[in-house]
């Protein structure tokens, strides 16, 4: 699954995960001006914008998680 989720609680619409996610799969929307997963199947589950992220808004699920979540 790559990238979980972003709370739109904690998101500031700072930009900063679309910014540094080398695989374009965040996008800012324009009127809500949070952070929202477009491209989920593009996330290779680097944890840059999980990590980014001043507001720890973002939860990412690494490849072998997502390897145990589809065995059961
Ligand atoms: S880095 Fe965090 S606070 Fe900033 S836009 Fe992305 S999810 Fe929102
Ligand atoms: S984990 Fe990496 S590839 Fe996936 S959305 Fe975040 S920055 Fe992009």
Request: a negative charge; proline letters at 4%.
């Amino acid at each position: 699954m790559g990238i979980r989720v972003i709370d739109p609680k904690l998101c500031i619409g700072c930009n900063v995960c679309v910014d540094v996610c080398p695989l374009d799969v965040i996008r800012l929307d324009s009127s809500t001006k949070k952070a929202y997963i477009k491209y989920l199947r593009e996330c290779q589950s680097c944890f840059l914008c999980e990590v980014e992220c001043p507001e720890d808004a973002i939860q990412v699920v690494s490849v072998h998680e997502r390897r145990m979540v589809t065995a059961w």
